[in-house]
C-alpha cells in the first residue's frame, strides 16, 4: 500500500543511489542521440531555433515531465538528469566559443543558395530544402523570379536572406509563379530567352530541344523567362 510522502520511494524509487550514476550516462547518451538526430534531420525542421537549443528543450522537457506523471520515476533521477544537461549545454556553449571548427559544425554554416540570379547548385545540394518550399518563400518576399536576386543565403537558423538587384540591373530569370513555372517544357516552342527549371541558369534559344550549359540535367525542361521588375 502506498503510503503519502514516504520520502525514500519518492526520491528514489526504492532504487540504490549508485542508480544515479547510471542516470548521468543515459542522459548523455540521449542527449548526443538527440543532438546527432537533429543534425541529421536539417535546420530547417526546426527554424527559428538552432539544432543545439531544440535539443535542450526536448531533454528538459522530458526530464521535468516524466516523473510529474509516472509513481515509478524518482524525483531525484530526474533532478540528476536535468543538471547534467545543464552542466553539458554549459560545456558545449564554452566549447563553441573557443573552437570554430566546432561552432561550424554545432550551428552550421550560412550557405549562398542563389548566386547572380541563379541556383548555386553545391550549396543547393546540401541543404534539406525542397524547391517547391524554397520558392514559396521567396514568393512571400515579393518575388516573381530569380533574375531579382543577386544573392540569397540559408541563415545558420534557417532563414532565407535575400539581396536585390537595383530594378535598372534586373536580369532574365527563372519565374518562380506557379502558373508560369507550371508551363516548364522539354521542348522549347519558339524563339526566346528561357531558363533551366532545375538551376535557373538563363539561355537563349530556338526551337528545339537544348541541354543546360550550366547543370547539364537529364530531365532538362524549360521556362520562358522574365525579367519584371520587383515591387515591394
Request: hydrophobic share 45%; proline share 3%; with cysteine.
Amino acid at each position: 500500500m502506498i503510503q503519502l510522502l514516504e520520502w525514500k520511494r519518492l526520491l528514489l524509487n526504492d532504487l540504490p543511489g549508485l542508480f544515479l550514476v547510471e542516470v548521468v550516462f543515459r542522459s548523455l547518451v540521449m542527449f548526443v542521440f538527440l543532438l546527432l538526430a537533429l543534425k541529421i534531420a536539417g535546420k530547417r525542421g526546426v527554424k527559428q531555433l538552432s539544432v543545439f537549443e531544440t535539443v535542450i528543450i526536448i531533454a528538459l522537457g522530458s526530464a521535468a515531465g516524466d516523473p510529474m506523471l509516472y509513481e515509478d520515476v524518482g524525483v531525484l533521477p530526474a533532478i540528476t538528469v536535468i543538471l547534467t544537461i545543464i552542466l553539458f549545454y554549459k560545456g558545449i556553449t564554452w566549447l563553441t566559443a573557443k573552437s570554430q571548427r566546432f561552432e561550424h559544425f554545432m550551428e552550421g554554416k550560412t550557405q549562398c543558395i542563389i548566386d547572380e540570379g541563379k541556383f548555386s547548385l553545391d550549396s543547393f545540394k546540401k541543404e534539406s530544402l525542397a524547391q517547391d518550399e524554397f520558392f514559396s518563400e521567396l514568393r512571400a518576399k515579393s518575388i516573381e523570379h530569380l533574375g531579382q536576386i543577386k544573392n540569397a543565403y540559408v541563415e545558420t537558423n534557417g532563414e532565407i536572406s535575400t539581396f536585390y538587384y537595383p530594378d535598372e540591373d534586373v536580369k532574365y530569370g527563372l519565374p518562380i509563379i506557379p502558373q508560369l513555372y507550371n508551363k516548364r517544357n522539354k521542348i522549347i516552342p519558339t524563339s526566346g530567352i528561357y531558363a533551366c527549371a532545375f538551376c535557373g541558369n538563363v539561355e537563349e534559344h530556338s526551337n528545339s530541344q537544348a541541354t543546360c550549359k550550366s547543370c547539364n540535367d537529364k530531365k532538362q525542361e524549360w521556362v520562358l523567362a522574365i525579367n519584371t521588375k520587383r515591387i515591394s
